[in-house]
């Protein structure tokens, strides 16, 4: 008898822990996540600051893309 409740302690220590790695593990996976979204927003503003300049004076046209260049006011297509 002593044996059986022993053995039944063991076992909810067992499955609280088990429980315990599958929580950490969905944080850990969560965290991941959103450091992986992060890197995405990093890299397309770092394309946007590459590409999306003005043509004849090199000044980043920002992100609203207005008709005309703030710098030299060049039309831009």
């Known amino acids: 008898m002593e044996r059986a409740y022993k053995a039944r302690k063991i076992m909810e ?3 609280i822990v088990a ?3 599958v929580c950490l593990a969905l944080i850990t996976q969560f965290i991941l996540l959103f450091v992986a979204g992060l890197v995405l927003i990093a890299v397309a503003v770092g394309i946007l600051h ?3 300049r ?3 004076c090199g000044a980043f ?3 609203s893309k ?3 260049c703030p710098n030299c ?3 831009i297509e």
């Open 50 to 52: 590459l590409y999306w």
């Open 13 to 15: 220590r067992m499955s």
């Open 73 to 75: 006011k060049r039309p």
């Open 54 to 56: 003005c043509p004849d």
């Open 61 to 63: 046209l920002g992100v």
């Open 19 to 21: 429980a315990l790695l």
């Open 66 to 68: 207005t008709d005309k």
